[in-house]
């Protein structure tokens, strides 16, 4: 399987928490200024190959959560004869920001209630 079809992994892992957290990973003001999370870094070490018909799970985790950035890490484990063996380690940061209507985006803060959606509760 080609490489690059884990950062496409990566990112429907992203959306899919985010939709899970009741989240937008895109949405735009009365004022037509759109917010969004391009990528600021992502990497990704491969450890074993993938093949076709290979059974993955991909598990995300929040490693750092900053004013205006997440950056997550993804471990991908395949199945081998019904043991999970890792086969790659993903990172990836992503940054807020908003974007006016010339299409300047600027970092923007992490709203509140998207704060409280990836801290972990006591």
Known sequence: MHFSNFYRWMEVCEHEWFRSLGL????????????????????CSFQRPLRC????????????????????????????????TQVALGRMSTVHVRQDASGRMEAEPIS????AAFSPTP
């Open 112 to 115: 509140a209630p998207t704060v």
């Open 24 to 43: 937008p990973m895109m949405s735009t003001n009365p004022a037509g200024i759109r917010f969004g999370w391009p990528r600021r870094e992502a990497s």
């Open 53 to 84: 018909g290979d059974l993955v799970r991909i598990t995300g985790t929040l490693i750092e959560l900053g004013t205006t950035s997440l950056t997550y890490e993804f471990s991908f484990h395949k199945d081998r004869a019904g043991k999970w």
